[in-house]
């Protein structure tokens, strides 16, 4: 009989028991369904992987109400992109006067383009003027050597203009022009200036064609163009034909200024002018290195071929545009 007693308490206890269990549920309106424990999961689902076919492992995006890990970049992947910008450059840079190019422009472009240039600056340029064809001089340069181009006009006759042009494979980012002191008996001179986006920072380069017979008119020039490149932050270049050698005034305050590159990188014969004089040079600021300079006859122009190649060091600073009021 005790037994029987037993057996019948056992089995009411475990009946208690599992609808204990069963409760948790079908919990009834009121009950605080927190005091109910659930398992914590993580989630994976498979992502498509290159080939399209699933590649499991990776966790997939949480369930609502869980906390959410954003993938940030690596550290420091902004500062490599910035020296990325700021490593040195090797640049080319040609001067040449081309006589307007009478002596057949394809042949003046074929020169410039044997030289492998960065940059090319060009005085005497003709455009739409009579004398050379109408042709746009500039516009024709620039397609052949596949380049951008600026143009300054210093005189204008008509539909006529003459100048000096600046091409670049780099990007040109401003240009313009400084109107050059000027008197009775002289041709209208200018500055022609253009910013470039090299390595990532900005370098100024100058393009000018001074006074060719009135001797205090030329150094009036050159002083003026000293005055604006004394205002000069960015690595500057400053070439074109000068019409004076590098021992006279006319020079003197484009020298205390900027490094001629001939004495420092020239080889071969340096004579540049119709007398064998270097009145054409290439110059540019102390922080710019002159690895090699060298003139080089043209067939169709009285004036050689000005090359110097550069190299512009990286900038201290991750690179930011200024353009010129």
């Known amino acids: 009989m005790r037994a029987v007693l037993l057996v019948l308490v056992l089995g009411v206890i475990a009946t208690l028991v599992v609808v204990d269990r069963r409760r948790g549920d079908d919990l009834p309106a009121g009950v605080d369904a927190a005091a109910t424990p659930t398992p914590s999961v993580t989630i994976e689902t498979p992502l498509p ?17 869980a906390t959410e890990e954003v993938p940030t970049p690596p550290p420091g992947i902004e500062a490599i992109a910035c020296r990325k910008l700021q490593e040195s450059v090797d640049v080319r840079v040609v001067s040449f006067n081309t006589h307007r190019s009478f002596g ?39 397609e052949a050597l596949g380049m951008e181009g600026a143009f300054s006009p210093n005189v204008v006759q008509g539909n006529g203009q003459y100048g000096t042009a600046i091409l670049s494979r780099f990007e040109i ?17 200018g500055l022609q200036w253009a910013g470039l986006e090299v390595g990532g920072q900005e370098v100024r380069v100058y393009n000018t064609h001074l006074q060719n017979k009135l001797v205090g008119l030329r150094e009036a020039q050159a002083r003026h163009v000293a005055g604006i490149l004394a205002g000069e932050e960015q690595p500057t270049i ?11 005034p006319t020079l003197g305050p484009l020298l205390a200024q900027l490094v001629d590159a001939w004495p420092v990188a020239g080889s071969g014969p340096e004579g540049t002018g119709p007398n064998g004089s270097r009145i054409d040079f290439v110059m540019a600021s102390p922080t710019l290195e002159p690895r090699s300079a060298q003139t080089l006859r043209s067939s169709v122009s009285d004036h050689a071929r000005v090359v110097v190649d550069y190299v512009v060091p990286a900038s201290t600073d991750c690179p930011t545009r200024k353009r010129r009021a």
């Open 238 to 248: 400053l070439g074109g034909d000068m019409n004076a050698t590098a021992n006279t």
């Open 49 to 65: 992987s290159a080939d399209g076919t699933a590649k499991p492992g990776r966790p997939g995006k949480p369930r609502a109400g």
């Open 104 to 142: 057949g422009i394809a042949t003046v472009a074929q020169e410039i383009r044997a030289l492998d240039p960065d940059i090319v600056l060009l005085q005497e340029i003709d455009r739409f003027h009579g004398r050379t064809g109408g042709v746009d001089q500039v516009a024709y340069f620039a």
């Open 173 to 189: 980012i401003d240009s313009g022009r400084f109107p050059l002191p000027n008197s009775a008996g002289g041709e209208p001179r």
